[in-house]
């Protein structure tokens, strides 16, 4: 599975948009983008998932490059329950598998 | 919402002794994952079972941990013997394979003294 590469820490603002960046640089064409949150003590969450197009949900909006070699996750009006630690993660078909191999992710903390 | 159960949610146990720890996977799904989750190590994949059948476990210290679907209801996650560095949350995931996410469960937090 490709590598990604995710700021450690983020702060936000309550009510303004969060934009959460990753770089896959070495993504191949099968691999999917996926984004997961964890709040504290809770398992993992699933947010959204894409391969080139946009994506958008009632959770978040993915925005994937052209190139497919970076993607933002876009909380459009964020709220404290949104403090977690957000993880991209590249999946895609290996030895048969379709296994997730997460990340150190970022924390974000919203602001009040 | 369909849910993940795992069960006990919270396990201390002393060193040397059998841990079993289980889960409920969302019906009809066909794929079943364990994690561990550390503060040093973060989110490690141990085993991972598609249609009940293990597919990785390469992840899991084979001498003392197994990994098992005795039916399609329920995933069961073994330590025996139990050491202090097996100290962990574990979760159990399952979903459909190549669709959307995965739903995790609320986790078995372990500790061994």
């Known amino acids: 599975d490709a590598k990604t590469t995710q700021p450690t820490s983020m702060d936000c603002a309550e009510g303004r948009a969060a934009n959460l960046p990753c770089n896959h640089s070495t993504i191949s064409g099968n691999e999917y983008v996926y984004w997961y949150r964890q709040i504290h003590s809770q398992g993992p969450q699933y947010i959204i998932h894409g391969l080139k197009n946009n994506e958008t949900n009632e959770m978040a909006s993915l925005i994937i490059t052209e190139d497919r070699k970076s993607s933002t996750l876009i909380l459009p009006h964020a709220t404290l329950r949104d403090t977690a630690v957000y993880y991209c993660?590249?999946?895609?078909?290996?030895?048969?598998?379709?296994?997730?191999?997460f990340g150190t992710g970022t924390r974000l903390k919203v602001l009040a | 919402d369909a849910r993940v159960t795992q069960t006990p949610r919270h396990k201390v146990t002393e060193m040397g002794q059998e841990v079993t720890m289980r889960c409920q996977p969302i019906l009809g799904h066909n794929t079943v994952f364990w994690y561990r989750q550390t503060m040093m190590q973060g989110l490690e994949l141990l085993a991972y079972?598609?249609?009940?059948?293990?597919?990785?476990d390469s992840g899991m210290p084979k001498d003392r941990f197994s990994a098992e679907m005795p039916d399609a209801t329920l995933a069961t996650l073994k330590i025996q013997p139990s050491e202090p560095r097996d100290s962990a949350v574990y979760f159990c995931?399952?979903?459909?394979?190549?669709?959307?996410?995965?739903?995790f469960g609320s986790g078995t937090r372990l500790t061994v003294v």
């Open positions: 993660i590249v999946r895609g078909l290996t030895s048969g598998t379709y296994k997730y191999i």
């Open positions: 995931a399952s979903g459909f394979e190549d669709r959307a996410g995965y739903t």
């Open positions: 079972f598609r249609n009940r059948a293990p597919l990785d």
